[in-house]
């Protein structure tokens, strides 16, 4: 049996000014970090040896992993960092407050555009360009559903992941609340219409055992 542990990062900047954030280079709050701290302060007292971090190109996931790995006194084991896991791109709504965007759009559309599987937001009219990504050749999307941040993910999990799962180690993946969602959705094999139901407060990790075959045995989750 080997141990998968989930978590979002803690709170960034535009979670605490409610808007939407996407592919935006956010930073953790000074509560983020506190939150994160606290998140290694609950994995410590579980005694679980952590042999891997992977991370999204983002910067709050990656404070977020460094400050759990201190906690942890692990600062030594890797960190892989990949655009794979980053927050699904939210298109044309990136930056704008969440609430503006329900009287804009009127709520429902709002809450299909973020919890819809296949539910496309509003794209943006002109592609960003980010060295992080011209760098490694990925282009960054004008907007994207849920399904497509999970087929990114998924690719992911199955080259990179998966793999050391079933070597025996355990891994710890700190990411965002969708590209969470949606791993969550895989692993518990959550329906397409039953995704709203999956939620991912910040920095409350979420612990799974895997067995030989990566099936879940139990799970887990922090509050």
Known sequence: MVKLILMRHGESTANMQNTFTGWTDAA???TGRAQAKAAGQLLKKEHIEIDDVHTSFLKRTITTAYIV???LMINWIPIFKTWRLNERHYGALAGLDKDEARRQFGKPQVERWRRGF???PPQLSVRDHQPAYDRIGVDVPLSE???MTLT???AYWDKNVAPRLQAGNNELIVAHGSSLRVLVKYLDQVADDELDQIAVPNAKP???TL???LQVINKQVFD
């Open 145 to 147: 559903s849920l399904e």
């Open 28 to 30: 953790l709050t000074d």
């Open 206 to 208: 979420i612990i799974y």
């Open 118 to 120: 296949k539910d496309l």
């Open 152 to 154: 990114r993910v998924r």
């Open 69 to 71: 790995c201190d906690e």
């Open 211 to 213: 067995d030989d075959q």
